[in-house]
Structures are given as structure tokens and as C-alpha cells.
């Protein structure tokens, strides 16, 4: 009930009953802190984790949660906008924290990310800068977000898979968003 599920946002745009007992738009923050299971919470903490905490001290506390809850509306609404039919609920905070990763890309492109790269049975770690780590994930998911377009398979939201459009949305959107609530700013809230 507290996912967004497309369909029931849709009617709530269009002022037609959605059966929920509260407005369909609420869907857009309380799906944000619902997730599939331990690893779905596990991944994205850990993106969280590792991009949040700058991002948070250039914007500052209250900058930073107003920040981060509207790339996940947006996020959603993205998601929305292209499977507005869909009765498969979304859910998860992905596109609040690709949000943030859009603004990290912007503010520390240089940044070295360590990054974990399994080759066979070796574990190698490698330091990659954040323009290319991010960059290379942006892509991904904006072509498996084309790729989804009218693909009633295994790709995007109809299978109940991955909102690459969430994704890629929350990732233009917090690249966008970022640099508005003072990413670039010196100052420390």
C-alpha cells in the first residue's frame, strides 16, 4: 500500500478513485524508505554510504534530506512517467541515492573510488575516479532504461525487475538539483 504503484498514481492525477485511504502522491516518499529485502537495503546503503557523506557536507543537514527526498519524488515520477499503466509496485530509496550520485559526479569528479572487481576466483581492487565510475553506471542504467521502452519481457518495471527509469532520472535530477541548493557553495550548514 505505501509503494508507488502506477497505475493508482495515474487515477490520483487524473481525480479518479485510487482505493487508498490517503492521497496516491504520499506513495512518492513512504516507497522510499521500503525495500525488496536485506540485500536491497544492503546495496543501497552501501552507494549511500560511500557517496552521501560529502555530498551532505557541502549542502549542509537540512539542505541535504530536502535534497535527497526530492530526487527520490522525482526519481519516482520519472519511473511513473514511463510505465504509468503499471500495477507492479516500486519501491526502495535507488533514485533518492542516484540523486546523490549525480551531484557527487559534479562536485568530485575527480574523487577516487575504490572499486571490488572479481576476476574468476581473484578479488582485485582497482581506484577508479568517480567521473568514470559513476559515468559508466549512468549508462548502464540509461540504456537498459531504453531498453525497456515497449518490452513486456524481463527488462524495467513490468516484470517487477529494476526502475531504470528511477535511476537514470534521480541521477539527472540530482546533477540538476545539487548545484541549485548549494553543491558548489563554500559555506557549511
Avoid at 505505501?2 to 498514481?9: D, Q
Avoid at 522525482?74 to 519511473?79: E, F, I, P, T, V
Avoid at 537498459?144 to 517487477?160: E, F, H, I, R
Wanted: glycine share 12%; charged share 5%.
Amino acid at each position: 500500500m505505501w509503494a508507488v504503484i502506477p497505475r493508482e498514481l495515474s487515477a490520483y492525477f487524473l481525480g479518479e478513485p485510487t482505493g487508498l485511504p490517503f492521497p496516491a502522491w504520499i506513495t512518492l516518499i513512504t516507497s522510499q524508505f521500503l525495500h525488496a529485502g536485506l540485500l536491497h537495503v544492503a546495496g543501497n546503503m552501501l552507494f549511500l554510504w560511500i557517496f552521501g557523506n560529502n555530498v551532505e557536507d557541502k549542502l549542509g543537514h537540512v539542505r541535504f534530506l530536502i535534497f535527497y527526498l526530492a530526487c527520490g519524488v522525482l526519481a519516482g515520477l520519472a519511473q511513473w512517467f514511463f510505465s504509468s499503466g503499471s500495477v507492479i509496485p516500486s519501491l526502495g530509496a535507488s533514485g533518492a541515492i542516484a540523486g546523490v550520485m549525480g551531484a557527487y559526479i559534479l562536485r568530485f569528479p575527480r574523487a577516487e573510488v575504490l572499486t571490488l572487481i572479481p576476476l574468476g576466483f581473484f578479488m582485485w581492487t582497482f581506484r577508479v575516479p568517480a567521473i568514470f565510475f559513476l559515468g559508466f553506471w549512468f549508462v548502464q542504467q540509461a540504456f537498459y532504461s531504453v531498453a525497456s521502452l515497449n518490452v513486456p519481457a524481463n527488462v524495467g518495471m513490468q516484470s517487477g525487475g529494476v526502475a531504470y527509469w528511477a535511476h537514470a532520472g534521480g541521477f539527472i535530477f540530482g546533477a540538476i538539483l545539487g548545484p541549485i541548493l548549494g553543491l558548489f557553495s563554500d559555506r557549511n550548514n
